[in-house]
């Protein structure tokens, strides 16, 4: 169930002009706050050379200074990072990047199952047995603190860059924030950084990396390396806002993703059918990304990075393809799962107001995935565990606007073993004895109304299918890339005439509806297709209905038509 609202804001038909932007582009942007020439321009500009390099960020230069001197001196550093999109890629431009100031260095991604996330007691003992002399972690490390002190203890040193939550424990007169006794602590979520703190830790890493260059006096490198579509990749996938910095790196990145030198990343692309495309951020979240997180999830994550280092064509064009089966065997469990989640939340917690579900022998590898889909059916907060690898549970949470997921975590803290994350998803464990207080607690705690569980869609343009042209199409591309903070814009019509709607497809996945337009013939759905049929096809007829959507070009042996991807309809 869905509520539909217009943004009913006056279009400047004079800035429209001036622009050489179509009125409805205008008020699109409006919507999204960019209203005054000035701000117009430079979000479409996008300019790279805008982008903070990082050096504002608290323990930035002092971090630096450490590496700088670890490299001089010939110390052993190790990278620790993590086993996701943006885990892999924070990992990899940190490597390659010591690697080219001739660093004694190696890496550690740790095994989602064998070791967890991030840095743990262990990874610091197998460190000290292999001389490792400096920790330098990226895409975790913040809620460390006791991995952090016994390296400390161990006489290491340690350097953190993050981007997720600090720590933090609810005192009478406000929150105390906990930051591991590192040497320095990176991280734009420090309560004292007052910058864009929505980056991810690739980005983290880039900044990190570029400020490091700069003080080698290798600038150009810097910026001749692939670093810079590796932090855009993991931007995406780590379905970060595309505003301000972010959008910057994510539209200059996947330009310059289209040329990369990285071999791996060329390899991967063609086996997707993505050479010699004009990429998306949906090729990113939807294509390559997955394909990247299907190692982490059911191999090991080591071997994504591992293409990312291969020199070879060939043999990166054998271990992509490899990547490639392995996410559709991912896609497979993903399903089976989804269905026993969707089983279990409609007989057994139809009142429940925080989604807790557990399913025994799913792979924990894909609860965060399934945790997202069951959030997106219900439109509420999820989270889902299964076994871990010991007598307690392992699970992923994903949560709705209205709901703070770390901060209600916070709360019943002393009910886990250990959880990280954001507002919007997190990673916990806890004992299986404390599973039903879990879900109580998270449910009494909650403070959510009914209201908050009605998914609001913000309509951006009213416009019928028949004042749709294909100039102003390809002009919509000047709002890409689309993602998090900057989604798609919905389109609405009312009284759409329509003569046929019906499922079609090979796997009778598609939704296609024949419109009465001489304009725009034909709309596509591809979610929730057989309810909607059913909503268009009552009482044997098909009557006029409203719709969302979005407008598009199909393409087909070269003839290009007006297409509309159909959101919704009532």
């Given at each position: 169930?869905s509520?539909?609202?217009?943004k009913?804001k006056?279009?400047?038909?004079?800035?429209s002009?001036?622009?050489?932007?179509?009125?409805?582009?205008?008020?699109?942007?409006?919507?999204?706050?960019?209203?005054?020439?000035?701000?117009?321009?430079?979000?479409l500009?996008?300019?790279?050379?805008?982008?903070?390099?990082?050096?504002?960020?608290?323990?930035?230069?002092?971090?630096?200074?450490?590496?700088?001197?670890?490299?001089?001196?010939?110390?052993?550093?190790?990278?620790?990072?993590?086993?996701d999109?943006?885990?892999v890629?924070?990992?990899?431009?940190?490597?390659?990047g010591?690697?080219?100031?001739h660093?004694?260095c190696?890496?550690?991604i740790?095994?989602r199952?064998?070791?967890?996330?991030?840095?743990?007691?262990?990874?610091?003992r197998?460190?000290?047995?292999?001389?490792v002399?400096?920790?330098?972690?990226?895409?975790?490390?913040?809620?460390?603190?006791?991995?952090?002190?016994?390296?400390?203890?161990?006489?290491?040193?340690?350097?953190?860059?993050?981007h997720?939550?600090?720590?933090?424990?609810q005192?009478?007169?406000?929150r105390?924030?906990?930051?591991?006794?590192?040497?320095?602590?990176?991280?734009?979520?420090?309560?004292?950084?007052?910058?864009?703190?929505?980056?991810?830790g690739?980005v983290?890493?880039?900044?990190?990396?570029g400020?490091?260059?700069?003080r080698?006096?290798?600038e150009d490198?810097?910026?001749?390396?692939d670093?810079?579509?590796?932090?855009?990749?993991?931007?995406?996938?780590?379905?970060?806002?595309?505003?301000?910095?972010?959008?910057?790196?994510?539209?200059?990145?996947?330009?310059?993703?289209?040329?990369?030198?990285?071999?791996?990343?060329?390899?991967?692309?063609e086996?997707?059918?993505l050479?010699?495309?004009?990429?998306?951020?949906?090729?990113?979240?939807?294509?390559?990304?997955?394909?990247?997180?299907?190692?982490?999830?059911?191999?090991?994550a080591?071997?994504?990075?591992?293409?990312?280092?291969?020199t070879?064509?060939?043999?990166?064009?054998?271990?992509?393809?490899?990547?490639?089966?392995?996410?559709?065997?991912?896609?497979?469990?993903?399903?089976?799962?989804?269905?026993?989640?969707?089983?279990?939340?409609?007989?057994?917690?139809?009142?429940d107001?925080?989604?807790?579900?557990y399913?025994?022998?799913?792979?924990?590898?894909?609860?965060?995935?399934?945790?997202?889909?069951?959030r997106?059916?219900?439109?509420?907060?999820?989270?889902?565990?299964?076994?871990?690898?010991?007598?307690?549970?392992?699970?992923s949470?994903?949560?709705?606007?209205?709901?703070?997921?770390?901060?209600?975590l916070?709360?019943?803290?002393?009910?886990?073993?250990?959880?990280?994350?954001?507002?919007?998803?997190?990673?916990?464990?806890?004992?299986?004895e404390?599973?039903?207080?879990?879900?109580?607690?998270?449910?009494?705690?909650?403070g959510?109304?009914?209201?908050?569980?009605?998914?609001?869609?913000?309509?951006?343009?009213?416009?019928?299918?028949?004042?749709?042209t294909?100039?102003?199409?390809?002009?919509?591309?000047?709002?890409?890339?689309?993602?998090?903070?900057?989604?798609k814009?919905?389109?609405?019509?009312?009284?759409?005439?329509?003569?046929?709607?019906?499922?079609?497809?090979?796997?009778?996945?598609?939704?296609?509806?024949?419109?009465?337009?001489?304009?725009?013939?034909?709309?596509?759905?591809f979610?929730?297709i057989e309810?909607?049929?059913?909503?268009?096809?009552?009482?044997?007829?098909?009557?006029?209905?409203?719709?969302?959507?979005y407008?598009d070009?199909?393409?087909?042996?070269?003839?290009?038509?007006?297409?509309?991807?159909?959101l919704?309809?009532?």
């Amino acid at each position: 169930m869905s509520k539909w609202f217009y943004k009913n804001k006056k279009i400047d038909r004079e800035l429209s002009n001036k622009l050489g932007i179509h009125p409805a582009i205008i008020k699109i942007l409006a919507d999204r706050g960019v209203e005054t020439e000035e701000d117009i321009r430079e979000f479409l500009a996008a300019d790279l050379s805008k982008v903070s390099d990082g050096s504002e960020l608290t323990d930035m230069e002092k971090g630096i200074s450490i590496i700088q001197d670890a490299i001089a001196a010939g110390k052993h550093i190790r990278i620790i990072g993590d086993y996701d999109v943006d885990g892999v890629t924070s990992t990899y431009i940190l490597y390659k990047g010591l690697i080219g100031l001739h660093a004694k260095c190696d890496k550690f991604i740790p095994h989602r199952i064998k070791d967890g996330y991030g840095l743990h007691e262990n990874a610091i003992r197998r460190a000290r047995e292999d001389g490792v002399e400096v920790i330098l972690t990226c895409d975790n490390g913040i809620a460390a603190a006791d991995a952090v002190s016994l390296a400390k203890e161990f006489g290491m040193t340690v350097v953190v860059t993050d981007h997720h939550e600090v720590p933090f424990v609810q005192e009478p007169d406000g929150r105390r924030y906990i930051l591991p006794a590192a040497d320095a602590v990176i991280d734009p979520k420090r309560p004292e950084d007052h910058v864009f703190k929505e980056i991810c830790g690739a980005v983290v890493a880039w900044k990190f990396m570029g400020r490091l260059y700069k003080r080698f006096g290798m600038e150009d490198e810097f910026r001749n390396s692939d670093f810079l579509e590796m932090a855009s990749l993991g931007t995406v996938c780590d379905v970060m806002d595309l505003q301000k910095d972010n959008r910057a790196i994510v539209k200059a990145g996947m330009k310059k993703m289209q040329i990369t030198n990285n071999v791996g990343m060329q390899a991967l692309m063609e086996v997707l059918g993505l050479k010699d495309k004009i990429l998306k951020s949906y090729d990113y979240g939807f294509k390559i990304g997955p394909c990247i997180n299907a190692e982490g999830r059911l191999d090991t994550a080591n071997e994504a990075f591992n293409l990312l280092m291969e020199t070879d064509h060939k043999k990166a064009l054998d271990k992509a393809e490899e990547m490639r089966k392995l996410n559709v065997e991912r896609q497979d469990l993903t399903k089976s799962g989804m269905e026993d989640a969707f089983r279990i939340v409609d007989t057994e917690m139809k009142n429940d107001k925080v989604l807790v579900v557990y399913i025994p022998g799913i792979h924990e590898s894909i609860v965060g995935i399934i945790a997202g889909k069951v959030r997106e059916r219900y439109n509420k907060p999820a989270i889902v565990l299964t076994n871990g690898d010991g007598d307690f549970l392992k699970g992923s949470g994903r949560s709705i606007e209205a709901y703070s997921m770390f901060e209600k975590l916070s709360e019943v803290r002393d009910l886990m073993l250990g959880f990280g994350g954001h507002p919007l998803a997190a990673g916990l464990s806890l004992k299986k004895e404390n599973l039903e207080e879990f879900r109580k607690q998270l449910n009494v705690r909650c403070g959510l109304t009914e209201a908050d569980f009605v998914a609001k869609v913000m309509i951006d343009v009213v416009m019928p299918v028949d004042y749709l042209t294909e100039g102003f199409i390809r002009q919509m591309d000047i709002l890409e890339p689309f993602g998090k903070g900057n989604e798609k814009p919905v389109f609405a019509q009312q009284n759409v005439s329509a003569s046929q709607a019906q499922i079609i497809g090979k796997n009778k996945n598609v939704l296609k509806i024949a419109f009465n337009s001489a304009v725009c013939r034909n709309g596509v759905c591809f979610h929730d297709i057989e309810e909607k049929e059913r909503i268009l096809n009552q009482d044997g007829k098909l009557n006029d209905f409203k719709m969302l959507y979005y407008p598009d070009l199909n393409e087909w042996q070269g003839t290009v038509s007006i297409q509309a991807n159909v959101l919704d309809v009532c």
